[in-house]
C-alpha cells in the first residue's frame, strides 16, 4: 500500500483542476493518510479460516429463462412509426 507520504494531495487537485486552498490541501492529506492507515489496520486481521465469497449474501439467478415467444411483428411494430423506409425506423441524426 502506498505510504502517505507518497500521495500528493496538490497534485492530484491539479489534475482534477481542482482549486484547492493550503489548509483543504493539509486537511485533505490528512484524511487520506487516516483512511490508509485504517486500510493497513484492516489488512492485519486474520481471514485465513474464511471461506472467499463474491457476495455477503447468497445470489441467485432472478431472471426469467430466456424462451422464445410471440412478440410483435415488424410490421405491428413500425405501426406508429412516425418514418420509416424499408422496415426500419427513420430517425433524427444526432452524431455530426
Do not use: C
Not at 502517505?4 to 490528512?30: C, G, H, M, W
Not at 493497513?40 to 429463462?65: G, Q, T, Y
Not at 411494430?77 to 425506423?89: C, D, T
Amino acid at each position: 500500500m502506498a505510504k502517505t507520504s507518497d500521495l500528493d494531495v496538490a497534485y492530484i487537485a491539479r489534475l482534477a483542476r481542482l482549486n484547492l486552498t493550503d489548509a483543504e490541501t493539509e486537511l485533505f492529506q490528512k484524511q487520506l493518510g487516516d483512511v490508509l492507515r485504517y486500510a493497513e489496520k484492516l489488512r492485519e486481521v486474520d481471514v485465513s479460516h474464511m471461506e472467499a465469497a463474491a457476495h455477503a449474501v447468497p445470489i441467485f439467478n432472478v431472471f426469467r429463462e430466456d424462451a422464445p415467444r410471440d412478440w410483435f411483428t415488424a410490421e405491428q411494430a413500425l405501426s406508429n412509426a412516425p418514418h420509416q423506409a424499408n422496415g426500419l425506423f427513420i430517425v433524427t441524426k444526432v452524431v455530426e
